[in-house]
C-alpha cells in the first residue's frame, strides 16, 4: 500500500520562507507528485508539480517565481521551497502521488494523498 506524508509546515512571518517535504513509499514503478494547498472554506487549489524524470515542473500561477518544486529519486521525497510567502499562501498543503510518468493539474487524477500540513503566514 503506497503511502505519501507530508512534513515542513508552520508559522512564518510574510516575506518569510518554509520548505515542506514529502515522502512516498510502498510503489512500484514511475510517478509524478503534486502539492496542493486548501484554505479555510475554499477549494483545494493545485500549487507545483513534477514528472517523474524531474525535468518538468508545473505551478500554479499564484505561486509563479515564489515556490519551487523539486525531487531526490532516491529518496523517494519531493520538496516545496516556498520564499516570499504572504498571508494568502495560509492554507493546509497536501501532497499527492500519481501513477505515470506525467503530472496532473486536477486532484482526481491523482491516487494517494497525505494528510496535510499545516502553513500559515502572517502578516
Known amino acids: 500500500q503506497a503511502q505519501v506524508q507530508e512534513s515542513g509546515g508552520g508559522l512564518v512571518q510574510a516575506g518569510g520562507s518554509l520548505r515542506l517535504s514529502c515522502t512516498s513509499s510502498?510503489?512500484?514503478?514511475?510517478?509524478?507528485m503534486g502539492w496542493f494547498r486548501q484554505g479555510s472554506g475554499e477549494e483545494r487549489e493545485f500549487v507545483a508539480g513534477i514528472d517523474w524524470s524531474g525535468d518538468t515542473t508545473y505551478y500554479g500561477d499564484s505561486v509563479k517565481g515564489r515556490f519551487t518544486i523539486s525531487r531526490d529519486k532516491d529518496k523517494n521525497t519531493v520538496y516545496l521551497q516556498m520564499n516570499s510567502l504572504k498571508p494568502e499562501d495560509t492554507a493546509v498543503y497536501y501532497c499527492?502521488?500519481?501513477?505515470?510518468?506525467?503530472?496532473?493539474?486536477?486532484?482526481?487524477?491523482?491516487?494517494?494523498w497525505g494528510q496535510g500540513t499545516q502553513v500559515t503566514v502572517s502578516s
Open positions: 510502498g510503489h512500484t514503478g514511475s510517478y509524478s
Open positions: 499527492a502521488r500519481r501513477s505515470g510518468t506525467r503530472v496532473a493539474l486536477t486532484p482526481p487524477l491523482y491516487d494517494y
